[in-house]
Antibody, heavy 121, light 111 residues
Framework: QVQLQQWGAGLLKPSETLSLTCAVY????????WSWIRQPPGKGLEWIGE???????NYNPSLKSRVTISVDRFKNQFSLKLSSVTAADTAVYYC???????????????WGEGTMVTVSS | QSALTQPPSASGSPGQSVTISCTGT?????????VSWYQHHPGKAPKLMIY???KRPSGVPDRFSGSKSGNTASLTVSGLQAEDEADYYCTSYAGTNTHVVFGGGTKLTVL
C-alpha cells in the first residue's frame, strides 16, 4: 500500500520561499503524476500543480509564476517550492498521488498527512 | 471564487438521502469524465469517494454514488450515517491549460 510522508518548514516570513518535500513509500513512483494541493484556513481545496517521475510538470495558472515542483526519482520524492509568500499562502499543504491506487487519471487517491504552513511577520 | 459551484451546505436525517451538486462548464465538468469527489473531516486528509464521475474506490460504501448530466455532477449519499458528516469537494479535469479545478466545498450535516 502506497504511503506519502511529507515534511517542511511550517513558519515563514513574507517574501520567503516555501519548501516542502513528499516521499513515496510502498509502491511504484514511475508512471504516475504526483500533486500538491492546499487548503487555506476556512476555505476550500486548491490544486497547486503536479509532476511525474521524469519531471514533466503542470501548474495552476494562478500560481504558476511562483511555483516550482521538482522530482528526485532516485529517492522517490517530489518537492514544492513557492516563492515570495504572503499571508494569503497560509494553508495546510498536502501531497497526493494521481490515481496510483484506482488506476485513473485526476483521482487524488492517496494523500499525505498535510503540513500547516503559516506566513507571518 | 472556486471554478466549480457547490452549495455551501446540505443536511439530512439519519437514513435519508442527500444529493450535492457541482456545477461547472463545458470546459471542465461537461467536457470530461474526470469528475471526482472527496470527503474531508477536519484535521484529516481528504478521502477519495468517487472518481471518473461514478466509480467507487475499494472500501467506499455503496451508499455513495456519483453521476453527471451536462455541466453538473452530483454526489448522492444514501442511508445517511452520523460519520458521513463532513465537508465534500468535487473536482474536475479542465483541459491542458487549467488542468484541475475544485469546487468550493459543501458542509454536510447529519441532523
Amino acid at each position: 500500500q502506497v504511503q506519502l510522508q511529507q515534511w517542511g518548514a511550517g513558519l515563514l516570513k513574507p517574501s520567503e520561499t516555501l519548501s516542502l518535500t513528499c516521499a513515496v513509500y510502498g509502491g511504484s513512483f514511475s508512471g504516475y503524476y504526483w500533486s500538491w494541493i492546499r487548503q487555506p484556513p476556512g476555505k476550500g481545496l486548491e490544486w497547486i500543480g503536479e509532476i511525474n517521475h521524469s519531471g514533466s510538470t503542470n501548474y495552476n495558472p494562478s500560481l504558476k509564476s511562483r511555483v516550482t515542483i521538482s522530482v528526485d526519482r532516485f529517492k522517490n520524492q517530489f518537492s514544492l517550492k513557492l516563492s515570495s509568500v504572503t499571508a494569503a499562502d497560509t494553508a495546510v499543504y498536502y501531497c497526493a498521488s494521481n490515481g496510483i491506487a484506482v488506476a485513473a487519471w485526476y483521482a487524488f487517491d492517496i494523500w499525505g498527512e498535510g503540513t500547516m504552513v503559516t506566513v507571518s511577520s | 471564487q472556486s471554478a466549480l459551484t457547490q452549495p455551501p451546505s446540505a443536511s439530512g436525517s439519519p437514513g435519508q438521502s442527500v444529493t450535492i451538486s457541482c456545477t461547472g462548464t463545458s470546459s471542465d465538468v461537461g467536457g470530461y469524465n474526470y469528475v471526482s469527489w472527496y470527503q474531508h473531516h477536519p484535521g484529516k486528509a481528504p478521502k477519495l469517494m468517487i472518481y471518473e464521475v461514478s466509480k467507487r474506490p475499494s472500501g467506499v460504501p455503496d451508499r455513495f454514488s456519483g453521476s453527471k448530466s451536462g455541466n453538473t455532477a452530483s454526489l448522492t449519499v444514501s442511508g445517511l450515517q452520523a460519520e458521513d458528516e463532513a465537508d465534500y469537494y468535487c473536482t474536475s479535469y479542465a483541459g491542458t491549460n487549467t488542468h484541475v479545478v475544485f469546487g468550493g466545498g459543501t458542509k454536510l450535516t447529519v441532523l
